[in-house]
Nanobody, 114 residues
């Protein structure tokens, strides 16, 4: 049974940091392209960062240099380290397993506000 569960969201001040976790089960993350997406109110869901099965990473221009995606294969968990957060980073963040049968988590809310 495939499970993708995000955690680590919350309220943080501008300039602060958060680390999101995507805990998975039922498959091996190192075999899939794993991604983080986000969706702000009234906006379309957008790709934030991805990591391929061989470890290549890609980022949206808006987060390059501030966010880092990584994975721990032993824990079957994907992370998103978010630094120097801005109010425009406020959104629900989703973890997605790629492949022929994509699978989304339920999301975790990130709010950046003073």
């Amino acid at each position: 049974q495939v499970q993708v569960v995000e955690s680590g969201g919350g309220l943080v001040q501008p300039g602060g940091s958060l680390r999101l976790s995507c805990a998975t089960s039922g498959f091996t993350i190192s075999s899939y392209y794993m991604t983080w997406y986000r969706q702000a109110p009234g906006k379309e869901r957008e790709l934030v960062a991805g990591i391929t099965s061989v470890g290549y990473t890609n980022y949206a221009d808006s987060v390059k240099g501030r966010f880092t995606i990584s994975r721990d294969n032993a824990k079957n968990t994907v992370y998103l380290q978010m630094n120097r957060l801005k109010p425009e980073d406020t959104a629900v963040y989703y973890c997605k397993r790629g492949g022929l049968e994509p699978y989304w988590g339920q999301g975790t809310q990130v709010t950046v506000s003073s």
